[in-house]
């Protein structure tokens, strides 16, 4: 992302370029709407970390498509999973729920 730019201001971007477009419309009356039922390719924005994508697919929803995926750059994707068995790790130390299915995710 660009400095000054938010990744809300992603979020509210997509709907605000298909409004501008016409193919997106406000009004119920003879709603038009280009996400209905359509995938989402998001691409130029590797660099998001993980819960950032996630956050920016999730809105997708919102828009009432039927899916959406970012290509990311490997990094942010290793950084999650290292992050994801430290915390699997401190579950176990810490004796939350069941060590053989918890081990199983790491």
Known sequence: ???GITLRDLVHAIPYV???AGDLTV????KKNIFAGRIL???GLNTLKCEQA???SDASAE???AGCTIKLDREPIEEYLRSNIV???WMIAEG????RTIKRRI
């Open 87 to 89: 915390m699997l790790k």
């Open 63 to 65: 828009r009432s498509a």
């Open 18 to 20: 298909a409004i501008q």
């Open 54 to 56: 996630f956050e920016l």
């Open 96 to 99: 939350y729920g069941d060590v």
């Open 1 to 3: 992302m660009q400095p």
């Open 27 to 30: 009004p119920k009356k003879n």
């Open 41 to 43: 390719e998001i691409e």
